[in-house]
């Protein structure tokens, strides 16, 4: 049966179900739902640095900033959001949704190592980057705590057991720490005492760095309460 023929003998029939079918489609296109939020994913990168023992002040002025500047100047980048913590600075930046997200991920990297002259030379590793999505979210939290352990000794437990472990789950896209602490060296130094002995604080932060690189054993300083430089 030719079912072109059909609606050929019956014009009458084929003008009103045509006209119905516009009716109908019209009034349906009304009422279709429109998300106030939709779900749309926009190329963002996300960099993290290091620097145990920085304050955040420190992180944000020292770290984040030199690495800002060199990012703003990517083409394509609609915001640069940064949070800067104890010995750590996140940064998201996203970009247009037009842009390619292997590409941007390029531009990051190159402007990264042109930052890194910038950045403190104390930084244990260079900042890294990956591709994120900022509709993300958390679904699962896991809480370590313990009467006997140290924070450190939890962080430590919390980055080399239990987060390898959960991101070899299948399906686990992503892991991340909170709360992590890491060991941290405070040294404060009488100006005067360096004055009389002709010692530059560069020679201190030389010599420190020296001996706890070849210390096998943690190392307890005293210091009296004098200013600090």
């Known amino acids: 049966m030719n079912l072109s023929a059909l609606f050929i003998k019956r014009p009458v029939t084929t003008t009103l179900l045509m006209l119905g079918i516009l009716v109908f489609g019209g009034l349906a296109y009304q009422v279709l739902p429109v998300a106030d939020l939709p779900s749309v994913d926009f190329p963002s990168i996300r960099v993290q640095a290091s620097l145990p023992g920085a304050s955040p002040e420190t992180m944000a002025a020292s770290v984040a900033l030199p690495l800002e500047k060199q990012f703003t100047s990517i083409a394509g980048v609609t915001s640069?959001?940064?949070?800067?913590?104890?010995?750590?600075?996140?940064?998201?930046?996203?970009?247009?949704?037009?842009?390619?997200?292997?590409?941007?991920?390029?531009?990051?990297?190159?402007?990264?190592?042109?930052?890194?002259?910038?950045?403190?030379?104390?930084?244990?590793?260079?900042?890294?980057?990956?591709?994120?999505?900022?509709?993300?979210?958390?679904?699962?939290?896991?809480?370590?705590?313990?009467?006997?352990?140290?924070?450190?000794?939890?962080d430590e437990?919390?980055?080399s057991q239990v987060a390898q472990r959960i991101s070899m789950v299948s399906g686990v896209a992503q892991v991340n720490i909170f709360g992590s602490q890491k060991f941290a060296v405070r040294v404060d130094v009488d100006p005067r005492?360096?004055?009389?002995?002709?010692?530059?604080?560069?020679?201190?932060?030389?010599?420190?760095?020296?001996?706890?690189?070849?210390?096998?054993?943690?190392?307890?300083?005293?210091?009296?309460?004098?200013?600090?430089?």
């Open 80 to 154: 640069i959001n940064s949070t800067s913590t104890q010995g750590g600075t996140d940064i998201t930046i996203q970009f247009d949704i037009n842009k390619n997200i292997d590409a941007a991920a390029q531009d990051v990297q190159s402007m990264i190592g042109r930052a890194s002259r910038q950045l403190p030379p104390e930084m244990p590793s260079p900042p890294s980057y990956q591709k994120v999505n900022p509709a993300d979210q958390s679904i699962f939290f896991i809480v370590l705590r313990s009467s006997t352990l140290s924070l450190a000794v939890l």
């Open 157 to 159: 437990i919390a980055q």
């Open 193 to 229: 005492e360096l004055a009389a002995r002709s010692i530059g604080i560069d020679e201190v932060a030389n010599s420190i760095n020296g001996n706890v690189a070849r210390a096998s054993e943690p190392i307890d300083c005293h210091t009296p309460d004098i200013p600090a430089i």
